[in-house]
């Protein structure tokens, strides 16, 4: 998410509030690990918020206020209460996905995250994507690279799109899933005649994380909720990854997809979605972006 901000002024920031953001998920983790799912709340059709989910947000949001009091705080679980957008005034926000990957969860499958970023003035600062039953922990901070479990992340160095591994968004199931769900079917059949294999995790912050660490060489995301892809766009920035929107052009607060890539294929990977989606609700696309 680019900004204005001086990198070396935000990576010094950025530093201070990793530290509490990486205290915050590890208390998370700690909570989703030993907290039963419970009861159920539908937010709309199949999409689900555990108990699991709102215990998380809440224990996160009284820590983070305690540690850092009168800092916005945006979850997704309390998002209709919260003021979405950018903070006012250049002010620092939290922005928190519980749990990443609720329906992973309530099916024992071990693929969700604890995602926690800090932003200030649309440029994302520090990150943490916390992987609870993988111990698995993704940090990054603006300007200071990226990182798991203290190693350092590098894109892979996938060369062609027939070599590449890469993992698309699930399917919608929200309002207007009739004119969403065409477009992803159509994404979903081009990759497959032109990547090495297709993988769909369900849950973006893990898609963002595993394309900074090179186990994916490319991930889309046909949405761009700020609580699912904050904290891992800056992973993925961090480790060289092109993070585009479906445009082409560079990812921002306001992109309406997200899509993080290895940079040698970006230009191939990027003609595959402008040939897929053309023609749908996403059909106004840029340039095919020139390799870096």
């Not at 909570?31 to 799912?37: C, G, M, Q, S």
């Not at 994302?124 to 916390?130: F, G, K, N």
């Not at 994380?209 to 889309?220: H, K, N, P, V």
């Not at 092109?242 to 970006?266: E, F, K, N, Q």
Request: charged content about 20%; aromatic content about 6%.
């Amino acid at each position: 998410m680019p900004s204005d901000l001086p990198r070396e002024a935000s990576a010094e920031e950025g530093w201070r509030l990793l530290a509490i953001a990486r205290e915050a998920t590890e208390q998370a983790a700690e909570l989703v690990r030993a907290h039963v799912p419970g009861r159920l709340t539908h937010k709309g059709d199949r999409d689900l918020a555990s108990e699991t989910d709102v215990a998380v947000e809440h224990h996160v949001r009284a820590f983070l206020h305690d540690k850092t009091p009168g800092v916005a705080f945006l979850g997704e679980e309390q998002a209709g209460e919260e003021q979405i957008g950018r903070p006012g005034a250049g002010g620092l926000q939290w922005i928190l996905d519980p749990v990443d990957g609720t329906i992973n969860l309530l099916h024992g499958i071990p693929l969700c995250a604890v995602s926690l970023s800090a932003v200030r003035a649309g440029a994302v600062l520090a990150a943490v994507v916390e992987l609870p039953f993988l111990g698995l922990q993704y940090t990054a901070v603006r300007g200071g690279g990226s990182f798991v479990n203290g190693r350092r992340l590098q894109v892979s160095a996938t060369a062609t799109l027939d070599a590449a591994l890469v993992s698309i968004d699930q399917f919608t199931f929200s309002n207007g899933s009739d004119r969403k769900n065409p477009a992803r079917l159509r994404l979903a059949e081009q990759l497959a005649r032109r990547a090495q294999r297709i993988r769909m995790f369900g849950t973006s912050a893990i898609d963002l994380a595993w394309t900074a660490e090179g186990r994916l060489d490319a991930c889309i995301m046909l949405a761009n909720k700020q609580w699912d892809t904050s904290a891992g766009v800056l992973l993925a920035r961090e480790a060289g990854a092109r993070v585009l929107d479906h445009t082409g052009s560079d990812h921002s607060w306001d992109s309406a997809s997200t899509i993080a890539v290895t940079p040698a294929i970006a230009a191939e990977f990027m003609s595959v979605v402008r040939a897929a989606l053309a023609d749908t609700q996403y059909g106004t696309l840029g340039p095919v972006p020139e390799e870096r």
